[in-house]
């Protein structure tokens, strides 16, 4: 099916479900906005979208950075106005093995980039989508939005918040025209599954992910989760009696080496 977006925002394109996501809308016709920080790997996911015919405009920004997220989203759609925007940039620690837990500035870090990176990624193109009366945003959150897990506290909190944010935000939006998806896919392969040392269940490719993620997007779903046994097994411990929600996690136990570089 021919995607119904020409003109994409897709951040954390420079990896994984990003850089696959780029490829998946990478079509004549279709200009795509790609941020990352890496320069050379988000250089390759571009030439491979300018390969399949996209155009493509690229920039190195920080999530954190609201003044340049600001200034570089508007720029983009007063030249290209959006019709989808892709909040997918993400980070992901958690707590030393034998640590009680893993200390404020990895909690905070987590939080800046997941929640308050993703905020500056929609907030500034709200106003021009909902007088267009016409878009739609995806933000990529995680099965972890669902419920807490004991070995990344900081990382399912920023999940959990993304989650509420978009589902916050998807009716007031709706009143002007604009659709919203919330995302929570479960494992894909990626760098960040590389440093994740545990079981993956159902794990996929990230090529697989992006197109699960674009067809619900390219149908204006309201959300995309994904796999239903690990979406029905997080809800179930969620609405379950909290002692039967923990001791179920209890045995889930896994351990995530921090990867990012400041
Ligand atoms: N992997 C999974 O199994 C899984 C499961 C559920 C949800 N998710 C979510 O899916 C999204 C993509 O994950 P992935 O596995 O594709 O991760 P990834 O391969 O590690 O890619 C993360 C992307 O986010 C960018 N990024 C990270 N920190 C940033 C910052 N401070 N400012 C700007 N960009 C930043 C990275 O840019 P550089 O590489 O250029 O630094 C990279 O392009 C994330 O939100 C993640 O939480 C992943």
């Not at 999530?63 to 993400?90: C, I, K, Q, Y």
């Amino acid at each position: 099916m021919r995607s119904p977006f020409r003109a994409i925002i897709i951040t954390g394109a420079s990896s994984g479900l990003g850089a696959a996501l780029a490829k998946a809308y990478a079509a004549p016709q279709t200009v795509l906005g790609l941020l990352g920080r890496d320069r050379q790997r988000l250089a390759d996911t571009a030439r491979a979208c300018e390969a399949q015919g996209a155009e493509t405009r690229t920039a190195t920004i920080e999530v954190e950075d609201a003044a340049a997220m600001t200034s570089w989203l508007m720029e983009f759609d007063r030249a290209h106005p959006v019709d989808l925007l892709v909040a997918n940039a993400g980070t992901s620690a958690g707590p030393e093995p034998e640590s009680p837990s893993e200390g404020v500035e990895t909690a905070a870090r987590q939080i800046r980039v997941n929640l308050i990176g993703t905020i500056n990624t929609v907030e500034p193109l709200l106003p021009a989508l909902c007088a267009r009366r016409h878009g739609r945003v995806a933000i990529i959150a995680s099965i972890a939005a669902f419920r807490g897990l004991p070995d990344s506290p900081g990382y399912c909190a920023s999940k959990a918040g993304l989650r509420a944010y978009a589902e916050a935000l998807r009716p007031r939006l709706a009143r002007f025209g604009v659709g919203m998806t919330i995302v929570c896919p479960g494992f894909f392969d990626s760098p960040m599954t590389n440093r994740f040392d545990g079981p993956t269940p159902f794990v996929i490719s990230a090529e697989t992910a992006a197109r699960v993620v674009k067809r619900g997007l390219d149908r204006g779903r309201r959300r995309v989760a994904f796999p239903w046994p690990l979406v029905f097994g997080l809800k179930f411990c969620d609405v379950a009696p909290a002692f039967i929600g923990d001791a179920i996690l209890r045995h889930y136990r896994f351990h995530i080496r921090p990867g990012w570089s400041e």
